[in-house]
């Protein structure tokens, strides 16, 4: 990528290495990491007379899918690598 955004050149020649039977979601917000399925392509000029090109999510209430899988956060570098805290010995009903 020579730009600062990803152009749909960028975008098909990362696709291409791909299964193309594969669905493909969205990752949305790196601070609450949902996955969104997608279900438009828009074609639109701006103001600036660019041509930009919109993946849209759908419009259902299953559009959203929930929280994204930590691997796939992880992976996009949204978030670190984390290990469960150690477990503590549990105490005992009588306080002790």
């Known amino acids: 990528m020579t730009s600062p955004e990803m152009t749909v050149g960028d975008l098909i020649d990362l696709l291409s290495g791909f299964d193309r039977s594969a669905p493909v979601r969205q990752a949305m917000n790196p601070f609450f990491p949902m996955a969104h399925r997608l279900a438009q392509v828009v074609q639109f000029v701006d103001e600036f ?28 570098t949204w978030r670190g690598p984390v290990q469960a805290p150690p477990r503590r010995p549990r105490r005992s009903a009588g306080g002790n």
């Open 49 to 76: 007379g660019q041509t930009v090109v919109y993946l849209a999510e759908g419009r259902d209430a299953d559009a959203q899918l929930g929280h994204l899988p930590s691997e796939v956060a992880v992976a996009l």
